[in-house]
């Protein structure tokens, strides 16, 4: 098999099998946090319980989210050395600063967490799971901003051919990352709410510990039904970004071969890429007319037809 092939679906299956656990890291570090609030602010033995268990769940998925995502890290340089090298001085800063500022604030304070039950006070012990939150999702936005650049690089340039960073301010507030980052945030949100509602509702079904995960079910459907709004809404704003910055990608995903006004859903599509054409697909009608496909699909028909002149 060709080692480019072999490459992408190494790092394809460690990509997935490390993101099963990332927004799971992120709803949850937030719920667990405030539901550790709930103890402090009511004093109420019942949120201490639902804070030790949910906060066991967060300690193994947290321990296998950096487990995969160290073996991640290792696989750019050894799939995609050319691409490190290339572009090593740029995507390489922002995923320092989130090992050695937000994966430490984290990783130290969940350390604290775990073991400061009887040694803290019960404000000083919500503080530490608090800053648990603000690490990973911080980490989230360093990693984030990393992949933004690949998405839409800016504050860089082309010197003996590699990429070299000119704008770490432009890096940073690339415009691409505040799309993403609050979309990830609401869909971590999304995933930690189903994930407590799924466990809670097992435990209810058997009548275990009742009043705890009766609790735990009411906080995650709340939590849950603001998160789901709010992917919904940051992801039509992403989408929007994606058509002005990359109609291609774009195109791609929806599998528009020809112009369309207004462009159809596509549910799913089975096509035939050497003939450009459709063999079987289930899709919705005149649904995504709002988002200017008619725009993108004409630039991928521009692209075949430049092709086709060569």
């Given at each position: 098999?060709?080692?480019?092939?072999?490459?992408?679906?190494?790092?394809?299956?460690?990509?997935?099998?490390?993101?099963?656990?990332?927004?799971?890291?992120?709803?949850?570090?937030?719920?667990?946090?405030?539901?550790?609030?709930?103890?402090?602010?009511?004093?109420?033995?019942?949120?201490?319980?639902?804070?030790?268990?949910?906060?066991?769940?967060?300690?193994?998925?947290?321990?296998?989210?950096?487990?995969?995502?160290?073996?991640?890290?290792f696989q750019?340089?050894?799939?995609?050395?050319?691409?490190?090298?290339?572009?090593?001085d740029i995507?390489?800063?922002?995923?320092?600063?989130?090992?050695?500022?937000?994966?430490?604030?984290?990783?130290?304070?969940?350390?604290?967490?775990?073991?400061?039950?009887?040694?803290?006070?019960?404000?000083?012990?919500?503080?530490?799971?608090?800053?648990?939150?603000?690490?990973?999702?911080?980490?989230?936005?360093?990693?984030?901003?990393?992949?933004?650049?690949?998405?839409?690089?800016?504050?860089?340039?082309?010197?003996?051919?590699?990429?070299?960073?000119?704008?770490?301010?432009?890096?940073?507030?690339?415009?691409?990352?505040?799309?993403?980052?609050?979309?990830?945030?609401?869909?971590?949100?999304?995933?930690?709410?189903?994930?407590?509602m799924g466990?809670?509702?097992?435990?209810?079904?058997?009548?275990?510990?009742?009043?705890?995960?009766?609790?735990?079910?009411?906080?995650?459907?709340?939590?849950?039904?603001?998160?789901?709004?709010?992917?919904?809404?940051?992801?039509?704003?992403?989408?929007?970004?994606?058509?002005?910055?990359?109609?291609?990608?774009?195109?791609?995903?929806?599998?528009?071969?020809?112009?369309?006004?207004?462009?159809?859903?596509?549910?799913?599509?089975?096509?035939?890429?050497?003939?450009?054409?459709?063999?079987?697909?289930?899709?919705?009608?005149?649904?995504?007319?709002?988002?200017?496909?008619?725009?993108?699909?004409?630039?991928?028909?521009?692209?075949?037809?430049?092709?086709?002149?060569?």
């Open positions: 098999m060709d080692p480019i092939i072999l490459a992408r679906l190494q790092f394809a299956i460690t990509t997935i099998y490390h993101f099963f656990f990332v927004p799971l890291t992120l709803g949850l570090s937030i719920i667990v946090a405030l539901m550790e609030t709930l103890y402090v602010r009511t004093g109420r033995e019942v949120f201490k319980t639902m804070t030790k268990f949910w906060g066991k769940l967060f300690i193994i998925n947290f321990a296998m989210g950096v487990v995969t995502g160290i073996v991640q890290e750019f340089g050894m799939n995609w050395a050319d691409f490190s090298r290339f572009v090593g995507f390489g800063a922002p995923l320092a600063i989130e090992a050695l500022l937000a994966f430490f604030l984290e990783s130290i304070f969940l350390g604290v967490w775990i073991f400061g039950w009887k040694r803290l006070s019960k404000g000083m012990h919500a503080v530490a799971i608090w800053l648990v939150a603000i690490g990973s999702n911080i980490s989230a936005l360093w990693i984030l901003i990393a992949n933004a650049f690949m998405q839409q690089p800016v504050g860089y340039s082309i010197e003996n051919g590699r990429a070299v960073m000119t704008d770490f301010i432009a890096l940073i507030l690339n415009p691409k990352v505040w799309v993403m980052f609050p979309h990830t945030i609401s869909a971590g949100l999304a995933t930690a709410a189903f994930f407590v466990i809670s509702a097992y435990h209810l079904l058997r009548k275990q510990n009742v009043e705890v995960f009766n609790r735990s079910f009411r906080i995650a459907a709340i939590i849950g039904a603001i998160a789901v709004v709010m992917v919904g809404l940051n992801g039509h704003s992403q989408t929007q970004q994606s058509v002005e910055t990359q109609p291609m990608k774009l195109a791609t995903a929806e599998a528009l071969w020809e112009t369309e006004n207004p462009a159809s859903l596509s549910i799913l599509t089975i096509g035939d890429l050497s003939q450009t054409k459709e063999i079987f697909s289930i899709r919705i009608p005149n649904l995504l007319s709002f988002l200017s496909f008619s725009q993108i699909s004409g630039e991928v028909q521009g692209i075949y037809d430049l092709q086709a002149e060569y």
